[in-house]
């Protein structure tokens, strides 16, 4: 199984430019999330889904669209890039996120850095 | 909104040696999770722990589910060079989103 797939794995964006993130996972996983990487910051939840055609804002969704057409892939766009938005992008997930072991087993992707000028 | 206070934020060991960090909140967490990240790859989890007072050990790392249930603590025993890494907590309330610390970035001198 190749698990949670993220490409690319590095991007440099001009200001203003937009982009999509791609996220894909091959464990029939129901939920699936994005999440951001600064230092100093840890890691902080940008949007998550839990089923094809549900999705919902987390911490820090400003600037950040995402949709769920199919179960496997979760892409996370950036409408119009910013300096801000420059960190190390995490895609992340679980078979469900029901129940009392819901982080237990959370798989992360290898992460996109994001550079924008 | 929920929040965890990991220490330290950086350590620089000998091999050989303990490490221990932290994570404090101002919330109760029904669940403790401790994860690794190393360098250019996502994290990765080591232990889970879902009870008040729970010790749970992996190889040479063992963590603990505070009593108060508003801290956990990991320890690693005779560290060695791949230990190399960010370590990070990551707590679960009632708001049932995942919530994570600052990290504790880990350097082993062999």
């Known amino acids: 199984n190749a698990g949670v797939t993220q490409t690319p794995k590095f991007q440099v964006l001009k200001t203003g430019q937009s982009m999509t993130l791609q996220c894909a996972q091959d464990m029939n996983h129901e939920y699936m999330s994005w999440y951001r990487q600064d230092p100093g910051m840890g890691l902080r939840l940008i949007h998550y889904?839990?089923?094809?055609?549900?999705?919902d804002q987390g911490e820090v969704p400003n600037g950040y669209n995402v949709s769920r057409s199919t179960t496997e892939d979760f892409p996370l766009r950036l409408l119009s890039a910013a300096p801000s938005q420059t960190s190390v992008y995490f895609c992340?997930?679980?078979?469900?996120?029901?129940?009392?072991?819901?982080?237990?087993?959370?798989?992360f992707g290898s992460g996109t850095q994001l550079s924008v000028l | 909104g929920q929040q965890l206070n990991q220490s330290p934020q950086s350590m620089f060991i000998q091999e050989g040696e303990d490490v221990s960090m932290n994570c404090t909140s101002s919330s109760i967490f029904n669940t403790w999770l401790w994860y690794k990240q190393d360098p250019g790859e996502g994290p990765v989890l080591l232990i889970a722990l879902y009870k008040a007072g729970e010790l749970t050990s992996n190889g040479r790392l063992t963590a603990q589910f505070g009593i108060t249930r508003k801290d956990s603590f990991l320890n690693i025993s005779a560290s060695i060079p791949s230990d190399v890494g960010i370590y990070f907590c990551a707590g679960q309330g009632g708001s049932e989103k995942l919530v994570f610390g600052k990290g504790t970035k880990l350097t082993v001198n062999p």
């Open positions: 889904s839990v089923g094809a055609g549900i999705t």
């Open positions: 992340a997930s679980s078979l469900s996120w029901t129940g009392d072991k819901k982080g237990e087993k959370l798989f």
